[in-house]
């Protein structure tokens, strides 16, 4: 084996051709999604009412294993692409641990983050179909920036609605999207009806992004010739994040390694899902087992601590309801830092193979720990990790700490997804002392499940 | 000739492995420091006080043209390193231009700016040497952002005086230099001489990359065991930064490209020098003839419109005289948005290479005009440039748009050396309108010049 650079960069004609599909390989499908009015699947029909015609086929696709990535999209990813995946030498020094801890970077882009490989599949293929213009909400602002950078690219018109809490902990996150030409709202917002009424019920509410998508679709149903696009939990977004993993893959392979555990910080999935999913076919398929390990937040803790069950993937009650690990969509998460991780729900197919133990572990942190994570890794590495990012670090520099006890040289790679530029203020805040962890009662998660639809199978 | 892919990388070991010291190669020598008590030349024991031996050092040699870059030093730059050549492939296809636009970035590290090439040396010279602490001043706060990331790697302490003006624009670069350790005060302060002196004088400024200069090095100098390091203007900061332009030329060969046109931004000169003196060594040595063009704001006009003298590098005059063009160290730039080119002098041997004719021109821009360049750069490119390198996108726009109405087909290459993230409110500013165009009348930049000290030869 020849020694390991810093950065394993692949050929730009080594970006992927195709997206994996992991649900081709599933032992088991994830539930339907169901139309709440009548409880039946939501059918193509239904989805395409929201989202563009082949966004809708690829969301309902069990069985194309290789979806090929058209050649615009591709080109597209050329502009920052392929992602280097990094041999933290410096952090391992740091730790003494025999581990061999890698990262795949997705921040080398503006947006700072992985969301620009979803984002340019949904653009391009709006554009395809004439759509007019997207509508889309974003928390932490990452899905925002990215979906604004592609919709420049493509000349597509953009309406983001932005969680308040977010716009007004970063207000240049708004900016950077005005620089690529969207409209941004704070929500919940007086423009669209449910935002009215949310309004009404929870005056100076900060918003939620299960609020922000409930007007973002309200926005792109009533304006003619207008789609919705979603940067995470749906199954088009995990294809499309597939590009993490199978990168992650080509990169090791060339030094013949191959990792013992890998880890994803938990949001939505999107970033999870695209990272691990090569990764779950080798274990479904029994050629390999690694050790997949997914980090919340302690304060959102949908894995660890929510059910699994139908719901509505929105505060506002209006999308198809999805089967998934919940804390209920009428609950409402603390103003955590990690802001790209504070979403009741969970991507239906990490859902499912969680439940069915392909992926081995979720835990949770609490922020304090995960900024200790952050400051050590920026320190050492020389980047700067966003929040949500850093949760993974965290378990890393943790599963690093076993192997120095075990004198394991374990391979630990984890997905940084993105870069903490517009978090400085959550930074002030762990510097000075004043940051605090939350972790929600039993009682107050109860309100949270009382909001589950009565759905036949929800407990 | 094969065709060419959106970015040109390197592999890990065509980092260079010497430095480019143009010097060697000058035809003439730049006049030497003065000691401005006794005018004569700064000897290297003068120079040591202020900086560590190997620095002082490397200021002064004027004949080694290659000098090999410690492994180490090399070992950092892996972390960040080789920085892509990137084929600026949508910005030619909106300005429907024939010339094929090239830059390369510098931004891809946390810190987000080329500063981190001579930082990682500054600092490990320092380690080297057994120096206890490190003082600097920071302007846009680059320089303090790459050199905060060095002394986190290296374990060294360090104090940082950040000019008011940028610390209360951009509180967040604060927070950054913090999350990499470092301790940040706002000049002018009280906490030193110069500064209480200065503070005096002009209640109430906002402070100057000059009057921070001044205030780094009574730091460094006062305390036991510190010394003082500056990221621009020195001819060692220009040898360190000569990694980019010898990355560029590497990274075109392999395509048998070699470039027309080039254009960096000018402030102190550390973007500029590193970039071009590789391929102004090629017109010393009548190789090859391409144009060289220096690109600064309108604002602070130090090539166009300044007088080319010997001249204090601070307000408080307390440095040696350097020979170069200069507004005069009492001239007071009006606080554009492009920070780090907000600085009343410039690099002395690109001084020198402009004097003689090596570079072959100097332009200035307005910053609205500035702002519409990089708001267009970014739409198509994908990457959200610095004000300051957001003047060389500008002169790459003009050019490529000369080449449109003739049919020239010129290979055009700019330096984009750093990203905007912590600049949203300048395009704030710009989007909502607000931003106002200032250029300095002949009657202010005299006050500037007759601050110049009195030195035989000066006008």
Redesign the interface.
């Known amino acids: 084996m020849s020694s390991i650079?810093?950065?394993i960069?692949l050929e730009?004609n080594e970006i992927p051709k195709t997206w994996y599909n992991i649900r081709a390989n599933m032992p088991q499908q994830h539930a339907p999604m169901l139309n709440p009015g009548t409880m039946k699947p939501a059918t193509k029909e239904e989805i395409s009412a929201i989202f563009c015609e082949e966004l809708a086929r690829q969301e309902l696709d069990e069985t194309t294993e290789n979806i090929p990535i058209p050649e615009p999209i591709r080109d597209f990813y050329?502009?920052?692409r392929p992602s280097p995946l990094v041999r933290a030498y410096?952090l391992e020094q740091e730790l003494k641990t025999p581990a061999k801890i890698f990262y795949k970077f997705e921040g080398?882009?503006?947006?700072?983050s992985h969301k620009?490989n979803s984002a340019a599949a949904q653009v391009y293929y709006a554009k395809e179909q004439g759509v007019k213009g997207l509508a889309t909400e974003t928390g932490a602002g990452q899905w925002g920036t990215a979906l604004s950078?592609a919709c420049?690219?493509y000349q597509m018109p953009l309406y983001v609605f932005m969680v308040k809490n977010s716009a007004e902990q970063k207000?240049?996150r708004k900016?950077?999207m005005?620089?690529?030409?969207a409209n941004v709202t704070k929500s919940p917002s007086d423009t669209t009806e449910i935002g009215r009424k949310i309004l009404l019920e929870n005056p100076g509410t900060g918003g939620s992004l299960g609020c922000a998508i409930s007007e973002a679709i309200e926005f792109a149903v009533t304006h003619e010739g207008y789609k919705y696009t979603l940067g995470s939990v749906l199954d088009q977004v995990l294809l499309h994040q597939s590009v993490i993993g199978l990168e992650v893959k080509k990169a090791m392979e060339k030094y013949s390694l191959y990792p013992d555990i890998i880890i994803g910080c938990a949001g939505g999935g999107s970033n999870l899902g695209g990272l691990v999913s090569p990764f779950v076919r080798d274990k479904i398929k029994k050629e390999k087992n690694p050790y997949i390990i997914a980090v919340e937040p302690a304060s959102c803790p949908t894995m660890t601590r929510g059910r699994y069950a139908y719901d509505f993937c929105d505060t506002g009650r209006i999308t198809p309801l999805a089967k998934m690990y919940t804390l209920g969509s009428g609950f409402m998460p603390a103003p955590n830092h990690a802001g790209g991780l504070r979403y009741h729900g969970m991507s239906p197919i990490l859902s499912k193979l969680y439940h069915d133990g392909f992926i081995d572990e979720a835990r949770s942190a609490v922020q304090t720990d995960v900024f200790e994570a952050a400051?050590k890794f920026?320190?050492?590495?020389?980047?700067?990790p966003a929040p949500e990012s850093a949760h993974a670090i965290r378990a890393a520099i943790d599963e690093s700490e076993k192997c120095k006890q075990t004198g394991e040289e374990k391979i630990i790679v984890f997905g940084l997804s993105g870069?903490g530029?517009?978090d400085?203020?959550a930074?002030?805040s762990y510097?000075s002392g004043k940051m605090t962890d939350y972790v929600p009662t039993d009682e107050e998660l109860q309100k949270g499940f009382d909001s589950l639809p009565k759905v036949p199978g929800n407990a």
Chains 1, 2 share one sequence.
Do not use: D
């Open positions: 650079p810093y950065k960069y730009e050329k502009m920052y410096c080398s882009n503006t947006s700072g620009l950078m420049a690219f207000p240049y900016a950077v005005e620089t690529f030409g400051v920026a320190r050492c590495e020389g980047i700067l870069t530029y517009f400085m203020a930074y002030e510097h």
